[in-house]
């Protein structure tokens, strides 16, 4: 069974960076669109950002023009840069695959103070 390790996060103040990555030992990340969600508390998991096969990247509004997301297949590793981050970009952070999605990782905690 194929599960997500991500990591990477922490605390940081509003401003900000973090760089948060994304890999799989059970499975290859090539050919496969890889997406970024994020669960604040006591809210639903959201989608923040995808990148398919061809490098074809997606953003949520509230994190276009800053956050970048990339990916090295060579590591099997996606990665999340995140800038300019705010209070309210707090959350877990966990990647899978698209569809049909793995097993869901423990995330990464990102906190950011204001």
């Known amino acids: 069974q194929v599960q997500p390790v991500e990591s990477g996060g922490g605390l940081v103040q509003a401003g900000g960076s973090l760089r948060l990555s994304c890999t799989a030992s059970r499975s290859s990340f090539s050919g496969k669109t890889i997406v970024w969600y994020r669960q604040a508390p006591e809210k639903q998991r959201e989608l923040v950002a995808s990148?398919?096969?061809?490098?074809?990247?997606t953003y949520a509004d509230s994190v276009k023009g800053r956050f970048t997301i990339s990916r090295d297949n060579a590591k099997n590793t996606v990665y999340l840069q995140m800038n300019s981050l705010k209070p309210e970009d707090t959350g877990v952070y966990y990647c899978?695959?698209?569809?049909?999605?793995?097993?869901w990782g423990q995330g990464t905690q990102v906190t950011v103070s204001s």
């Open positions: 990148i398919t096969s061809s490098d074809t990247t």
């Open positions: 899978n695959k698209l569809w049909p999605q793995w097993s």
